[in-house]
């Protein structure tokens, strides 16, 4: 019965390794490429694992929302942002990754606001 059990817990602890894994990869976005984004703030999730920032870009003289995601506040503060360098109403400029299903979503790749020179954030 220990040897089962022991196989049950091994099985179980690759599987939740595995998930682990798959869940920080990158494969839905491009990352062969950058698209540059300028728009409004909007909305500033700074929360784990993954900071998100919505902001609204003009296109073609309509307002369109765009994901902005980001890693976790950890990784933001170790390249030296805090949470309130973004912030909700002012302008943001973004070079990020695009997911690869077309959808207004991106990944940060560098991020420059008003008062803080572009920082990566990859």
């Not at 540059?36 to 920032?53: A, C, D, S, Y």
Request: glycine content about 8%; hydrophobic content about 40%.
């Amino acid at each position: 019965m220990k040897l089962k059990s022991l196989v049950l817990a091994a099985v179980a602890a690759v599987s939740l390794a595995g998930s682990a894994w798959a869940h920080h990869s990158h494969a839905n976005y491009d990352t062969t490429s950058f698209t540059n984004l300028e728009g409004t703030v909007k909305q500033v999730r700074w929360m784990n694992p993954h900071t998100w920032v919505l902001i609204e870009v003009m296109e073609a003289g309509k307002p369109v929302m765009w994901t902005l995601e980001g890693g976790s506040p950890q990784a933001l503060l170790r390249e030296g942002w805090k949470k309130e360098d973004i912030k909700v109403g002012e302008p943001i400029k973004a070079r990020c990754h695009r997911i690869k299903d077309g959808a207004n979503s991106c990944l940060f790749g560098f991020l420059s606001v008003p008062g803080k020179a572009e920082k990566e954030l990859d």
